[in-house]
């Protein structure tokens, strides 16, 4: 079982310890301190041992970040969190903050006396977020004090290890390219920059270039490390050793060192400059470390993310394989919904039995874990963005409800990540003109064609519009980049207001439009899709969209007549397509269903 | 007779002021010499004695500029211009250079040994321009040199007078504000960023400002002048005091003082920091001036930008008024060229007879001027991006050709700009389908409603997909600010991709998607919309546009089977709109024309 449906802990088991982080700041002299949410390596999914914020506040929402005074402590939480960390802290000793509206900076200023000195552990916080903070302090007297070691550890008693999970090698057949070939274009790179060296401190750039995968964290199959490469395509990794096989050693060459994590600073402060370091990903305590030795340093993005992120066909192909068999799994979890739905089947169905059936149909597909919690939100939890079901919220549907099923898994060759919504029986058809809208966005984005130069801030309208002329929005982003067998959140482009990067051939983003109605229902429809070159007029260099994801959009849902032609012929050929793919994998049981759910509009 | 149809004058001319320059030039030292096209106020038109790279080089277009060393003289050219540049210039004496591809101080660091110095007048650069040159130069031995007169204007034996046009009032009944209110307004924007006073180069935004006119320049009724704003309201103008009569010194009042154009250096180097300047509009030597006085500077947006760009009601009743007549003047060419047709009408139709048909008509509705010179561009001559006719291009239009209709109007009361595009005669009907796909772009827009915070960025995209869908674009945005009573082209809201401000109600935009067949024809589509609030859902709040183009949009052109139901009731509404508000004031012998041409599609 991968996903986890405890309850939240006793928010009375955080109060002795924010006291005991009260009494160690005081030893060190400190008026306060950061508490990010984030581990060294900026990860979405972090490791046990890593999970200070959840330990110390009980928010065990994927971001935020509390700053602990001798009199306050602020959890400062963005839009999705609002409710759940209410449930979550206990709000006599914790007071929750609406971020991004309130800066930290603004909030310490109110907080701290004049001359206050705020502590901050720099492996855990970027360069560009200390710099912020700075910047929101120039004027004030209060300093932002870098510590030597996290003063949240020293009380944290039992604090588990550092995961030592084992390195597995990716397929070169599945990366289309060596390792060693990687090592050599990305040395190349840095020539042309003129630089000698990069400190690369994403896990996942580093499983990439390496073509190895990891097991330190779930979700995300990547090895927590940091890395170095040189100019000449040698890499020095810098991991816990045991992590290591010694068949993996040798797949990885002479020309790839292991060293453990604690030789990483003594490394840094040998650099030769000029080194590229990322000020948006990368460390504080990395750019210190190099700069107290006076090497350059050159400020740019990660030299891996964008060849990670543009896939080549190799990664395409094995997307497209764990695509299909992710297809069966879901379009047998749909098929077993209408026949089990409540008021049709015989027993009552809850959110985690729908999730762990999911689980169940993936496992039988092969996948080595899910990519990410499942988001089974019914009825009005379908209204919450990142609904998190647990033994607390579960919940038993309901005749008549909707359900959004957001979930994905992690396969030996790609990484899925689909939502549908579905009905569970008879239900008010007035949901059937927002869904209609949603779905019209999801074709925009999929049928749209467009001129290389084109960013997702430019397409993001496409997959509104339709909403918007009804006067609706939806108050997330349209696409993120999806990994490939890496993380399913993968920078750095999307389709959002605020993604100004061109999208280039093999990206691959999810397209997600949805709407929301709070205490009601939420509707969301998702396909993965990459970006391919496409026929042209007068020359130009256009581009468009192959979908990935292989599973019905549920039709009961429509108002055909709120559709253009194109609209609908789209979606005849998508579900045409659908069933051709699936017809011969699926359940004998799930082959009629499938035939119903994929018949055209179009008689 | 407002629009000139000169011929280019004879590029031998050139060859002597060149060679006049570099003695001019050798005698101050210098190794070069920047010849930009702007004035000191940025200005789309120039006056004709700051009409510099045009007299020193034969080049008329409205942006680029030149650099002249002893042994080269490169002429930057942007794309639209590459064409026209080599019938302008003697390409024995001046060579046309690639501009933005090649930037200034890539080709000087070619041109220029090291050690040398390039001289620029401080006047004619803003700060930006001036540090990307310094920017680019960075490594080099090459100084930037900022000269104390301009050489070109030491050599010009026959420069014209500086412009004194009489400075007019716009009345406050259009304004919608008095120029005192506006002053207090600016002021307090000033105190609440903590500023004592703001430097004001544009001459639209102190045009604005003190609800005046003036006479200057061709088509801008812009006032040419610098302005201080205090905090406190009060503002000093520094323009030829021979402009502004006893009546207008008296409307402006006591907290207005006139001052001649040689005050503002004594006035700049007294300024009382923090003074507000725009480094993206104001010239490098207002920077020097006043931080040659180690007074601080606040570098943000011309404080008068966004108040400008965001029309109240009166501002917009004046724009409607002005429209209402300019749909006139526009309805009664189309009917007439319908009538003239060649293969229709009696006598042969060229370029310019329309232009002159068009202006007499405007005239006939009280233009004080037309608003930019009229894009005439018939037949091969409409895929030229900024074709302006001259007795050298002026063409015959051939039976079946297409042609290409962009003008505009500057009334008492608004500004307008309309493009129209309509076939004469019978013609090859293959070009249905990109002007149908033109013409759903243009609705799109017209039609789009969206939330607060979309900028002209997101919008761009709704206008292009219908021809990115046929695998077509267009190279220029999809619409620009429009000034009241002001510059056709006004900043800073645009709806191009590289366009983030977000678009507020009041803010009067362009929208004028096109497609061009080189060789062959030119479609564009053009209405002005206002961004106004609308209804919403879910309490969000939602804009959109409101119509001010009055006149028929040529149906003849269409392919209706390429529509969607949404968009052929947006054009009939529109029409039966046009129709009625046009019946009345129409000469007797259009009205019959102008039901014919607004008649619904939709049976």
Redo the contacts between chains.
Sequence with gaps: MFQSYDSHSNPAQHVPRLAALRVELQARGLDGFLVPRADAHQSEYVADRDARLGWLTGFTGSAGFAIVTPDQAGVFIDGRYRVQVKSEIDLGHFTPVNWPETKAAVWLRKALPEGGRIGFDPWLHTRREIREIEAGLVGSEIALVAVETNPIDAIWKDQPEAPIGAVRLWPDALAGETAAEKRVRIGAKLRDGKANAAVLTLPDSISWLLNIRGADVPKNPVVLSFAIVEADGRVAVFADPRKFSSDIRVALGNEVTILPPEALTPALTNLTGPVVVDAGTAPEQVFRLIESMKTEIVESLDPVIMPKATKNAYEIAGMRSAHLRDGVAVTELLCWLDAQAPGIGEKPLTEIDICRKLEELRVAQGILDISFDTILGSGPHGAINHYHVSEDSNRRILPGEIVLVDSGGQYGDGTTDITRTLPMGDFDPSIRMPYTRVLQGMI?VS?????R???G??????A??PL??????YDHGTGHGVGAGLSVHEGPVRIS?ISDIPLQPGMILSNEPGYY?EGEYGIRIENLIVVQK?????G?D?LDFETLTIAPIDKRLIDPSLM?RAEIEWLDAYHAWVRTELDPLVADSTRGWLEAATSPLLG
Tied chains: 1, 2.
């Design positions: 925009a049928r749209a064609k467009f001129p130069g084109v960013a801030a430019h397409l993001d309208a496409l509104r519009a918007w002329m009804e006067g609706m929005d207001r109605r496409t026929d042209s007029v007068d130009r256009m253009s």
